[in-house]
């Protein structure tokens, strides 16, 4: 009798998952596991509290779609409140699993998470499967350890492979065993109040995937990206794109059907392009692993920035003396999102205006995106500090000119209440020396 576990991460979804593919066809009883990380809900040394609400909102929607659609197929999902390490030693220890099934994750944590079991279960058969990412490590035409230094020269190096045709999903899946352990129980459904415009799970993902392709939006994309609002702007993929509810290759299915029915343009071609953004970031996190935290990273650079509470704290809740900024975070915190746009110009801001040490403004993303993406949301910060892929240097946005550019009527500054400043951005200095308010502080 054959025995498995599906451990589930970022990969909340039954369509296009090879491991429930794989599970179905060799094993005769099946537990469908995902470990709420308790660090998730703890403050990190970097000042913020672990998970904001809204992205804990949208988890917990991502489970209940996932737990509906298992049970469609015979199958339960359990959740752990214990982290994986323990929560596998548990389950391991209990009932005689005899397969592992894991899509690879970018993060190093993960990384290590995985390396862990596998050395401690050296007779359970571990199936790694590359359900995060457009493509699989043997379709790429370098070792990731060899992977390019610059976006541009991975991009045409991959641009024009072919993308794997997703998975339907399966009608049937094998039994959970029986079992009793304390910690690991079968979710139960939860009532979630959602004033959100971003509702979690796969049903969501797909009607999303599907409303946005039947309109002639991916004609526009090229043009209307960079907006820092509207609901059509942008693909608004992300979030799904990153509790897995949705996969690349779906994406990127999509964007051939299209093309076919109405013609491939360079804005369709954009959204590829900015797919292969995501798969660069996540061959990125792979392959540096633990650099991908550090604050001189590829670079070995020492950072500029430092930390100051109190202006971190004010950035983060977008009391500075830049309305763009300010109407950005309040945005950010709000919400759970933020346009592209908005998140190069508060991360500029963090890094060149304040001179805060990029890591805390990445930590206070990772808290509060709901598409919070390790590979994505480290690199992309890494990029505009300018010690990460870039062959520029570094990016520094002028505030002025990128309000003209994207806010010039005000519109969303005013929606976003942007102009209220409390007119003290420090109360004592880097040295702690008290200082006195000023209407334009220097950074
Ligand atoms: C400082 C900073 C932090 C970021 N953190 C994250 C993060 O944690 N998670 C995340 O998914 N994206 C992150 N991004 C990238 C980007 O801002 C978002 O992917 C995008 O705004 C999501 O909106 P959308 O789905 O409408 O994107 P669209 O413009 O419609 O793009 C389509 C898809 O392409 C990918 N994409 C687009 N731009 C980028 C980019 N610059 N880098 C990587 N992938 C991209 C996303 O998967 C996105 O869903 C970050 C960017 C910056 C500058």
């Given at each position: 009798?054959?025995?498995?576990?599906?451990?589930?991460?970022?990969?909340?979804?039954?369509?296009?998952?090879?491991?429930?593919?794989?599970?179905?066809?060799?094993?005769?009883y099946l537990v469908c596991?995902?470990?709420?990380?308790?660090?998730?809900?703890?403050?990190?040394?970097?000042?913020?509290?672990?998970?904001?609400?809204?992205?804990?909102?949208?988890?917990?929607?991502?489970?209940?779609?996932?737990?509906?659609?298992?049970?469609?197929?015979?199958?339960?999902?359990?959740?752990?409140?214990?982290?994986?390490?323990?929560?596998?030693?548990?389950?391991?220890?209990?009932?005689?699993?005899?397969?592992?099934?894991?899509?690879?994750?970018?993060?190093?944590?993960?990384?290590?998470?995985?390396?862990?079991?596998?050395?401690?279960?050296?007779?359970?058969?571990?199936?790694?499967?590359?359900?995060?990412s457009l493509f699989t490590?043997?379709?790429?035409?370098?070792?990731?350890?060899?992977?390019?230094?610059?976006?541009?020269?991975?991009?045409?190096?991959?641009?024009?492979?072919?993308?794997?045709?997703?998975?339907?999903?399966?009608?049937?899946?094998?039994?959970?065993?029986?079992?009793?352990?304390?910690?690991?129980?079968?979710?139960?459904?939860?009532?979630?109040?959602?004033?959100?415009?971003?509702?979690?799970?796969?049903h969501a993902a797909m009607?999303?995937?599907?409303?946005?392709?039947?309109?002639?939006?991916?004609?526009?994309?090229?043009?209307?990206?960079?907006?820092?609002?509207?609901?059509?702007?942008?693909?608004?993929?992300?979030?799904?794109?990153?509790?897995?509810?949705?996969?690349?290759?779906?994406?990127?299915?999509?964007?051939?059907?299209?093309?076919?029915?109405?013609?491939?343009?360079?804005?369709?071609?954009?959204?590829?392009?900015?797919?292969?953004?995501?798969?660069?970031?996540?061959?990125?996190?792979?392959?540096?692993?633990?650099?991908?935290?550090?604050?001189?990273?590829?670079?070995?650079?020492?950072?500029?920035?430092?930390?100051?509470?109190?202006?971190?704290?004010?950035?983060?809740?977008?009391?500075?003396?830049?309305?763009?900024?300010?109407?950005?975070?309040?945005?950010?915190?709000?919400?759970?999102?933020?346009?592209?746009?908005?998140?190069?110009?508060?991360?500029?801001?963090?890094?060149?205006?304040?001179?805060?040490?990029?890591?805390?403004?990445?930590?206070?993303?990772?808290?509060?995106?709901?598409?919070?993406?390790?590979?994505?949301?480290?690199?992309?910060?890494?990029?505009?500090?300018?010690?990460?892929?870039?062959?520029?240097?570094?990016?520094?946005?002028?505030?002025?000119?990128?309000?003209?550019?994207?806010?010039?009527?005000?519109?969303?500054?005013?929606?976003?209440?942007?102009?209220?400043?409390?007119?003290?951005?420090?109360?004592?200095?880097?040295?702690?020396?008290?200082?006195?308010?000023?209407?334009?502080?220097?950074?």
């Amino acid at each position: 009798m054959k025995l498995g576990v599906v451990w589930f991460t970022v990969d909340l979804r039954c369509s296009d998952q090879h491991m429930l593919w794989r599970a179905a066809q060799e094993v005769d009883y099946l537990v469908c596991l995902y470990c709420d990380e308790p660090h998730n809900n703890r403050p990190s040394r970097y000042s913020t509290q672990g998970m904001s609400a809204n992205r804990r909102r949208f988890l917990e929607q991502g489970l209940n779609d996932l737990a509906s659609q298992l049970a469609t197929m015979g199958q339960k999902l359990f959740v752990s409140s214990m982290d994986a390490v323990t929560s596998l030693n548990l389950l391991l220890n209990e009932i005689p699993i005899s397969h592992l099934y894991h899509n690879h994750h970018e993060g190093w944590n993960e990384q290590q998470t995985l390396k862990r079991i596998a050395s401690q279960f050296p007779d359970v058969r571990l199936h790694l499967n590359h359900g995060l990412s457009l493509f699989t490590p043997s379709q790429l035409p370098f070792d990731v350890a060899n992977l390019p230094d610059s976006f541009s020269k991975f991009r045409r190096l991959v641009e024009n492979l072919d993308v794997f045709t997703p998975l339907p999903a399966l009608q049937k899946l094998p039994p959970a065993p029986t079992f009793n352990i304390q910690h690991i129980s079968p979710w139960s459904k939860k009532r979630i109040e959602n004033e959100s415009a971003f509702t979690g799970g796969e049903h969501a993902a797909m009607d999303q995937l599907s409303d946005y392709f039947s309109t002639d939006l991916p004609s526009q994309y090229k043009a209307t990206r960079n907006e820092l609002d509207g609901w059509e702007n942008s693909t608004k993929f992300s979030p799904w794109l990153a509790q897995g509810s949705l996969s690349a290759r779906q994406i990127k299915a999509s964007i051939d059907v299209y093309e076919r029915d109405h013609g491939a343009s360079e804005s369709t071609y954009w959204i590829y392009f900015e797919l292969l953004w995501r798969e660069y970031f996540h061959w990125y996190a792979t392959r540096y692993g633990k650099q991908l935290f550090l604050p001189g990273s590829l670079t070995g650079k020492q950072t500029q920035g430092s930390y100051y509470a109190k202006r971190f704290r004010k950035w983060s809740q977008g009391n500075t003396p830049y309305p763009l900024v300010n109407a950005c975070m309040k945005q950010l915190n709000e919400t759970g999102f933020m346009s592209n746009r908005g998140r190069q110009i508060v991360a500029s801001c963090l890094i060149y205006e304040l001179g805060i040490d990029w890591r805390y403004g990445a930590a206070y993303f990772e808290e509060q995106l709901i598409d919070y993406n390790v590979g994505s949301n480290w690199g992309n910060w890494q990029y505009i500090a300018g010690v990460g892929a870039d062959p520029r240097g570094s990016r520094h946005f002028n505030l002025e000119r990128q309000t003209e550019l994207y806010a010039s009527k005000h519109l969303f500054i005013d929606k976003w209440q942007g102009h209220i400043f409390d007119g003290q951005l420090d109360s004592v200095d880097a040295a702690d020396w008290p200082i006195y308010p000023t209407s334009s502080p220097k950074p």
